[in-house]
């Protein structure tokens, strides 16, 4: 299906998509609260959450940008350019998981589906490494 709006209109509409303080972000923030963990550090890897103290950072990874198995569509336009874009998202996580970890930080990354669908069983995780990294 064509797009329905013209190249130009449609850079204007994607300008304006948010990469800070999206909705999931916010509410996942609520989710962590009592665990002191700073939203968007100044970490390698831009991690969305860090607890510098135990050395445990968090990443939402959206189902689009980071080609969740489950609920990724490929755009229908530009297809090339967007396979491009999202390979490198998922390549560039790698990469920042292994050198995070290399620099002895636990990380944790979280599908967008599973905070809105199982927020307890993300905090459970959380709260089972934050209790391990205490140890």
């Given at each position: ?95 920042v998981n292994k050198q995070l970890k290399k620099d002895g930080w636990k ?29």
């Amino acid at each position: 299906m064509p797009d329905i709006f013209s190249k130009k209109k449609r850079s204007q509409i994607m300008s304006k998509v948010k990469s800070k303080e999206t909705k999931l972000e916010l509410c996942f923030k609520k989710l962590l609260k009592g665990y002191r963990f700073h939203y968007q550090p100044k970490i390698f890897g831009k991690p969305d959450f860090a607890l510098k103290k135990l050395k445990i950072v968090i990443f939402i990874d959206s189902c689009f940008w980071h080609k969740c198995p489950k609920h990724f569509k490929k755009p229908n336009s530009n297809i090339f350019y967007w396979k491009l874009k999202i390979n490198r998202n998922v390549e560039r996580a790698k990469e920042v998981n292994k050198q995070l970890k290399k620099d002895g930080w636990k990380v944790i990354r979280f599908w967008e589906h599973d905070i809105l669908k199982i927020p307890a069983k993300c905090v459970n995780k959380i709260k089972k490494v934050y209790e391990e990294r205490q140890n």
